[in-house]
């Protein structure tokens, strides 16, 4: 049986943020903007993993923007209330979407925080995006470079059999839209089950017309392009050394990333690189451990002024 479609607005909650559209790179996105009009602090984009969407920064968007820093939670390129072009899901081009993104709200540079396939796109923006990037941080990422650590030694076995799911036509879009695939998804990576309320979120907004097919896409981009030239170029351009300091912070619990690995790459091209592991948490930080993340970010923060 068919889910019922949700529409975009579906993904403009309301709360202490403001939303706009801007237009960037070709398409149009939607950011939640928190913060001082003229910060003295500097701007910070977040940006959420796949199965979410900006509002699982909710909780980081309130302490940033409450110390000082204007803060923008960006739905990515196909996910939410931002346009859902039938191309670009790859991760250089994200980057480009993210760039633009921070010179539209005026920013000349931005500190970039990511969570998992977030934190993908936040790790490339050192490479790829270096004269808008200040610092990065990912959450429950390892760095992409994928040197030190293959794919299939970075991720759980359950995590890499729904990767396989995501490369066969059709099929993970209509079990991401009409069946508990996403919940299972979330309960695989969590060390313990996520607000009722914010799965439904979740749920009803995978119903946005088109958004199960884009994010779909972007993992199989993601697997496919280990193979093709440009995923070769991809893997090449990541393997410079990232000389802008850096923070990672993984969970002692994640079911989505081997925590043996997490940091191979990140510790061997990162010169300003601080590690964290939050005890007791699984792979979805920003919700499973918002009051310990948002301090931790915090202090990284004050760190580089």
Same mark, same amino acid.
């Given at each position: 049986?068919?889910?019922?479609?949700?529409?975009?607005?579906?993904?403009?909650?309301?709360?202490?943020?403001?939303?706009?559209?801007?237009?960037?790179?070709?398409?149009?996105?939607?950011?939640?903007?928190?913060?001082?009009?003229?910060?003295?602090?500097?701007?910070?984009?977040?940006?959420?993993?796949?199965?979410?969407?900006?509002?699982?920064?909710?909780?980081?968007?309130?302490?940033?923007?409450?110390?000082?820093?204007?803060?923008?939670?960006?739905?990515?390129?196909?996910?939410?209330?931002?346009?859902?072009?039938?191309?670009?899901?790859?991760?250089?081009?994200?980057?480009?979407?993210?760039?633009?993104?921070?010179?539209?709200?005026?920013?000349?540079?931005?500190?970039?925080?990511?969570?998992?396939?977030?934190?993908?796109?936040?790790?490339?923006?050192?490479?790829?995006?270096?004269?808008?990037?200040?610092?990065?941080? &990912?959450? *429950?990422?390892?760095?992409?470079? /994928?040197?030190? $650590?293959?794919?299939?030694? %970075?991720?759980? +076995? !359950? =995590?890499? @059999?729904?990767?396989?799911?995501?490369?066969?036509?059709?099929?993970?879009?209509?079990?991401?839209?009409?069946?508990?695939?996403?919940?299972?998804?979330?309960?695989?990576?969590?060390?313990?089950?996520?607000?009722?309320?914010?799965?439904?979120?979740?749920?009803?907004?995978?119903?946005?017309?088109?958004?199960?097919?884009?994010? &779909?896409? *972007?993992?199989?981009?993601?697997? /496919?392009?280990? $193979?093709?030239?440009?995923? %070769?170029?991809? +893997? !090449? =351009?990541? @393997?410079?050394?990232?000389?802008?300091?850096?923070?990672?912070?993984?969970?002692?619990?994640?079911?989505?990333?081997?925590?043996?690995?997490?940091?191979?790459?990140?510790?061997?091209?990162?010169?300003?690189?601080?590690?964290?592991?939050?005890?007791?948490?699984?792979?979805?930080?920003?919700?499973?451990?918002?009051?310990?993340?948002?301090?931790?970010?915090?202090?990284?923060?004050?760190?580089?002024?």
């Amino acid at each position: 049986m068919l889910s019922p479609a949700a529409d975009y607005t579906a993904a403009l909650i309301e709360g202490p943020w403001r939303h706009e559209f801007v237009s960037a790179n070709g398409s149009r996105f939607h950011v939640a903007l928190a913060g001082p009009d003229q910060p003295t602090r500097p701007l910070v984009v977040l940006l959420h993993t796949f199965g979410q969407f900006w509002w699982s920064w909710r909780s980081q968007i309130e302490a940033l923007s409450a110390a000082g820093y204007r803060v923008a939670a960006i739905d990515l390129r196909g996910v939410a209330a931002s346009d859902k072009p039938p191309v670009g899901y790859d991760i250089p081009t994200r980057t480009r979407d993210i760039a633009g993104v921070i010179r539209v709200l005026g920013a000349s540079q931005a500190v970039v925080v990511g969570h998992g396939t977030g934190g993908e796109v936040a790790w490339s923006m050192a490479a790829l995006q270096p004269s808008v990037t200040s610092a990065v941080a &990912a959450l *429950a990422s390892p760095h992409p470079a /994928r040197v030190h $650590a293959p794919l299939a030694a %970075r991720y759980t +076995a !359950a =995590a890499l @059999r729904l990767l396989t799911l995501a490369q066969v036509p059709m099929l993970p879009e209509r079990r991401l839209r009409d069946s508990d695939l996403l919940a299972r998804y979330f309960t695989l990576g969590a060390a313990a089950p996520l607000l009722a309320e914010a799965l439904a979120r979740y749920r009803e907004v995978m119903r946005i017309p088109f958004a199960a097919h884009t994010c &779909a896409e *972007a993992l199989r981009w993601s697997v /496919r392009s280990l $193979a093709r030239p440009d995923g %070769r170029r991809y +893997a !090449a =351009a990541v @393997r410079r050394i990232v000389t802008i300091p850096a923070l990672q912070i993984q969970g002692e619990r994640d079911g989505i990333v081997r925590l043996r690995y997490a940091d191979a790459d990140s510790a061997a091209l990162c010169r300003n690189l601080r590690y964290e592991l939050l005890p007791g948490v699984g792979h979805f930080l920003p919700e499973e451990a918002p009051a310990q993340v948002s301090a931790l970010l915090l202090q990284w923060l004050a760190a580089q002024e």
